[in-house]
């Protein structure tokens, strides 16, 4: 235990390092999915195309190679930032496809009678998906969205691997300092994580009971 | 066709043809604008030009039989780890769901709270600590850590696959005089299994790219091999080329996984009218299973079954 109250304040720098991956990869990937499920149901051809092939492409490549891609590769083509940006950009650009597939199948699960019905009272594509089908659609969505950033926190450890020093990665260096200490330090670790997650999780168990009952 | 829109007319088509082409072309412009500057040639430090991504001088590799023979060998390792590791997560996921749904408090609580929890953890770090507690080396700490993740994950997909089966099924198979356990394995369970396929083999997707995240704790796979090995055997020039073929096998391995997953998907909602609307609603509780899964916390299969 001793340890762990000593090195508590490096404990609260690797947490907040991830609360801040999480944080500002979460928003980036809020918009960009947003953006790229608009794309995906949009009327034009070519945007639905570009939409599928980057939900596809982003969704099938590990994370780990995106984030090898963002710390090793861009340097290498002169793009000079910081790993903490690095690391953002690789997350964002890893979770944003899922939040695009979250809102579309909320999207898709709105009843078609809800669009039949606004269509046969002359709304057009604008009225229809935003007074009638985006308002219902919201509510489907958070749930599904709460998870995918549930699965953004435990996926911020990564970045770990590529020089920011975030929970996972101040783990190790501190177990290179306390080889006794091993177990109680990732336990610890474990507990920072479950901090984070387990609150999500009941927030959006907690909302789906109350959108379960309004529906 | 989607009613969100009208079935457009000669105008709203040609409207439609010109935003389509104008769009087209202002995505096509912007990754070629992104291509070209990234693989602009350029002087490095030393004073020495290097020549562009693009460069023949630097895709030449592709032809060596060498490196798809090192590539080969990154492949295997992954696959091994991948292997092991999905029997053993299945293994587990149908002792946890068994335990998961006892009838007993005793069993059932404390694996609600083993699921719950390995859930919750980031799979690297499941992966560190079976490393440097039990000092298994690289390959066992990989396997154990994605072994107990996505068991944990596959524990709770089948679990409320059983939750939400008829419950005549269950009540004629003890009427039957089958006793509990015997009605859970062979009535049961099946069913939940088959029902929950799409979403078992869409994690063990997932668990075939986690396998990349061994390479941070040092096992040689094929993101290792290819990206830190390779560029000091084939020469440092060779990096992109190195990129971008581990980069497009791991996406032929993931897509055809993928798309086997949504035949099955299809074939089993196909065979089974009556099981395939629940089996939609789980998989839309679950998260569509995709990204990593389930939540810490997150007990929502009991009020799925409403």
Redesign the interface.
């Known amino acids: 235990m001793q340890p762990i109250i000593d090195n508590l304040p490096i404990f609260i720098d690797g947490f907040l390092m991830t609360l801040r991956l999480l944080v500002i990869s979460g928003a980036g990937a809020l918009v960009i999915g947003t953006v790229i499920a608009a794309m995906r149901i949009s009327p034009v051809g070519a945007f639905r195309v570009f939409a599928t092939a980057y939900t596809e492409l982003f969704r099938n490549i590990p994370l780990t190679l995106i984030l090898f891609f963002c710390a090793f590769v861009l340097p290498n083509l002169q793009v000079r930032f910081d790993y903490v940006t690095f690391a953002l950009i690789g997350l964002t650009a890893y979770t944003s496809p899922f939040v695009a597939e979250a809102i579309r199948s909320g999207v898709n699960g709105v009843p078609i009678g809800q669009a039949e019905a606004a269509r046969a009272i002359g709304l057009n594509f604008g009225q229809t998906l935003g007074s009638v089908i985006l308002p219902q659609a919201i509510r489907m969505v958070v749930p599904p969205l709460i998870n995918v950033l549930i699965a953004l926190t435990k996926n911020t450890s990564v970045a770990g691997g590529f020089a920011v020093i975030e929970l996972f990665a101040t783990s190790r260096r501190l177990i290179n300092d306390n080889g006794n200490a091993t177990v109680a330090i990732l336990i610890a670790v474990a507990v920072f994580y479950l901090v984070i997650t387990v609150p999500l999780g009941q927030f959006a168990v907690a909302l789906e009971k109350k959108v379960a009952v309004l529906r | 066709m989607?009613?969100?829109?009208?079935v457009?007319g000669p105008k709203a088509r040609r409207r439609?043809l010109v935003?389509?082409?104008i769009?087209?072309i202002v995505?096509l412009g912007g990754l070629a604008l992104l291509v070209t500057t990234?693989?602009a040639p350029?002087v490095n430090a030393g004073g020495v030009a290097l020549p562009g991504?693009l460069d023949p001088s630097r895709w030449d590799l592709v032809l060596d039989r060498a490196l798809w023979r090192t590539i080969g060998r990154g492949i295997a390792a992954t696959l091994r780890m991948a292997a092991v590791a999905a029997a053993l997560a299945l293994a587990i996921g149908m002792l946890l769901s068994i335990l998961r749904t006892a009838r007993s408090a005793l069993v059932r609580v404390p694996a609600m709270i083993i699921i719950e929890?390995f859930r919750?953890?980031?799979?690297?770090?499941l992966m560190?600590?079976t490393l440097?507690?039990f000092s298994t080396g690289a390959y066992w700490a990989g396997v154990v850590g994605l072994a107990v993740y996505n068991g944990a994950v596959i524990g709770e997909a089948l679990r409320s696959g059983i939750a939400s089966l008829p419950r005549g099924q269950r009540e004629s198979g003890l009427a039957l005089g089958l006793t509990p356990l015997q009605t859970r394995f062979t009535i049961e369970f099946p069913q939940a299994f088959r029902q929950m396929l799409p979403i078992i083999i869409a994690q063990l997707v997932v668990l075939l790219?986690?396998t990349?995240?061994a390479?941070?704790i040092g096992y040689q796979e094929l993101?290792n091999i290819g990206?830190k090995q390779g560029p000091t055997t084939f020469g440092s020039k060779y990096?992109?080329t190195l990129?971008f073929v581990?980069?497009a096998v791991?996406?032929a391995v993931?897509?055809t996984l993928?798309a086997i997953a949504r035949l099955v998907a299809r074939r089993t909602a196909g065979g089974r009218k009556h099981g395939s609307r629940r089996t939609a609603a789980v998989i839309?509780?679950l998260?569509?299973a995709?990204?990593?899964?389930?939540?810490?916390?997150?007990?929502?299969g009991d009020?799925s079954a409403?």
């Open positions: 989607t009613v969100l829109y009208d457009p439609s935003i389509s082409v769009g087209g995505i990234l693989a350029r991504i929890f919750g953890m980031p799979v690297l770090l560190l600590f440097l507690v790219k986690d990349s995240l390479y941070i993101l990206l990096f992109f990129f581990v980069l791991y996406l993931n897509l993928s839309a509780q998260g569509g995709g990204m990593d899964g389930g939540s810490a916390g997150s007990t929502g009020s409403s």
